[in-house]
């Protein structure tokens, strides 16, 4: 599962679709200062939050 980490909120995320898309991998992951989204196929966890989503 590809993740990305970032440490503040701007990115257009364009290395992960493209690496989602060239490697027909379902979905990404993205840990940044953002608040809980998705993208299209791309879910995004705020820093903050990374112990909730290992026990998910």
Do not use: C, H
């Not at 364009?14 to 809980?36: D, H, I, T």
């Amino acid at each position: 599962m590809p993740i990305e980490v970032k440490s503040g909120k701007k990115g257009t995320m364009q290395s992960l679709f493209l690496f989602l898309a060239e490697k027909k991998v379902p979905f990404g992951l993205r840990l940044s200062l953002e608040n809980y989204a998705a993208y299209e196929n791309i879910r995004v966890f705020p820093l903050y939050a990374v112990a909730d989503f290992i026990r998910s």
